[in-house]
């Protein structure tokens, strides 16, 4: 009975030994790459905020987690998650300081100060927290903090931040294959297939963002399976119901897209009442602008966008869609709101500081609108279509419609207006092929056997985009300072 005894005690002591093992073997693997919710410890909501109220370290950087990403029914408060990423990196949480760098590199329930969030970032990298790793390459994507743009080390420090288990870090990877940035090459089938192990692995808004985008898009064409649009759904509806704005954003936007536009614009116009999200533009680009105008219905009429536009750059948000739509506000007339280009020109130049292509574009109709009696400059405003031609498809429409009602199709210039509507048409630009087409009758008839075999020789010659006139346009704003001295032609 002793010798019994003795060999069950052992027994049972062998296997506590081996379920200590394992204990800490999770733990450890979860500590090296925690990322909180999917990657550290698999807390349940109750348990969570009990953590909390103890101070936890790891807790209160998890919740600050969850109220970022919309999780677990926990309400995103940008002063609350400050708060407790603040009390978190005090107690010398990797997390939490991670987490705290973001909200001063992003001005979150803080004033920004991005050289106190580098700081905080190198401090969680250097303890090997992924996220800290992500926050680095954000840095230099932007180049924030004083640190110049390096796409190679941010993309390198992305690599190290994804190989380290950083969900948002592959999240962001989507992103910029989905759009085409930051040295990536755009392909939107590369990102959605990207998205599917995220979403199913992890729970990610961002992935089922770009996965219901895709299947939106391709609606018509070839469907996306149901049950993976239906996860999407359900974890954006997550976020919806704690009031995610990007979450309510991407939900609206695909329901629109498929034709629920009664669902899709009442969350849209919902997040954008919120005067510091982009998307009280209301995601022009895609929800209720002029791509899905006719999906969308009355409710998406442009004075929508620019009425809202102006209520949120009137309380200080300065996004570069913002500033798009409030400079366009005062460009086109809309409403009972007559054009006021003066008005205009402030807008366009905050916009040209952000280094955003629009603004180009934006200076050009500036410039020649014949009413701006004090600015109006069609050299200059056309040097601006010519600039940004290569990278906007409505710059290119911006000439066909500046030159097209003109009767004096000026011989001097340097463009033909011929070549311009027949480029345009070519690569398929501007909101209107069909009112493009008309344009391009329209100048055949005004044109001489002289003037169109001009046209013809230009179009042959690459009008508008080759070397020849991108960099007589380049030369023409560098002379009204519209460009830096050192800016040049590259392909």
Not at 69 to 80: E, H, L, N, T
Not at 452 to 474: H, N, S, V
Request: aromatic share 10%; glycine share 8%; charged share 25%.
């Amino acid at each position: 009975m002793v010798i019994l005894a003795e060999r069950y005690l052992v027994g049972m002591l062998q296997v506590i030994i081996a379920i200590f093992s394992i204990c800490l073997a999770i733990f450890s693997f979860a500590e090296e790459i925690s990322d909180g919710l999917w990657n550290g410890k698999p807390w349940e909501k109750a348990e969570l905020e009990e953590a909390v109220a103890f101070g936890d370290a790891q807790a209160l950087a998890e919740w600050a987690y969850w109220s970022r990403v919309a999780w677990g029914g926990v309400k995103p408060d940008q002063k609350k998650l400050f708060l407790y990423a603040t009390r978190s990196a005090a107690l010398g949480n990797p997390m939490g300081q991670a987490i705290l760098a973001r909200c001063y590199l992003e001005g979150e329930g803080v004033a920004k100060d991005e050289e106190g969030g580098l700081k905080l970032a190198h401090q969680a990298a250097e303890a090997g927290h992924p996220l800290g790793l992500k926050n680095l390459a954000n840095c230099h994507f932007g180049g924030q903090a004083g640190l110049e743009i390096d796409l190679k080390k941010g993309n390198g420090f992305e690599q190290e931040a994804m190989d380290g288990g950083c969900v948002i870090a592959r999240e962001n990877c989507v992103r910029r294959i989905f759009y085409g940035f930051d040295g990536h090459v755009r392909n939107k089938k590369s990102a959605f297939q990207m998205a599917i192990p995220i979403l199913m692995e992890k729970h990610s808004n961002v992935a089922a963002e770009f996965i219901l985008q895709y299947a939106g898009e391709r609606a018509f064409q070839n469907p996306v399976q149901e049950e993976l649009i239906k996860k999407a759904e359900e974890r954006l509806m997550m976020g919806v119901k704690v009031k995610h704005l990007n979450s309510m954003v991407a939900l609206g936007r695909y329901y629109s897209q498929v034709g629920r536009a009664d669902e899709g614009m009442p969350l849209i116009l919902e997040a954008a009442q919120n005067p510091h999200f982009f998307a009280s533009t209301v995601a022009h680009d895609f929800a209720i602008g002029e791509y899905n105008l006719r999906r969308a219905g009355t409710i998406g009429e442009t004075p929508t966008i620019y009425r809202l536009a102006r209520e949120s750059y009137s309380k200080g948000n300065r996004h570069f869609r913002v500033l798009d739509s409030v400079a366009k506000s005062y460009l086109y007339p809309w409403g009972n709101h007559e054009v006021q280009p003066e008005k205009a020109k402030p807008i366009i130049d905050a916009l040209a500081e952000t280094q955003s292509a629009p603004a180009h574009v934006l200076y050009g109709v500036f410039f020649c609108m014949q009413k701006n009696n004090r600015y109006f400059d069609r050299k200059r405003g056309h040097a601006h279509f010519f600039y940004s031609a290569s990278k906007r498809g409505g710059a290119l429409y911006g000439l066909v419609q500046d030159l097209a009602p003109s009767d004096a199709l000026e011989k001097g210039d340097i463009v033909s207006a011929y070549a311009v509507n027949y480029a345009a048409i070519r690569r398929n630009q501007g909101s209107d092929r069909s009112k493009l087409m008309a344009l391009q009758k329209r100048i055949e008839k005004l044109l001489s056997p002289e003037q169109m075999k001009e046209a013809k020789d230009l179009i042959k010659r690459g009008y508008p985009l080759k070397e020849e006139f991108q960099k007589a346009a380049i030369e023409t704003l560098k002379e009204y300072g519209d460009l830096p001295p050192d800016a040049a032609y590259t392909k």
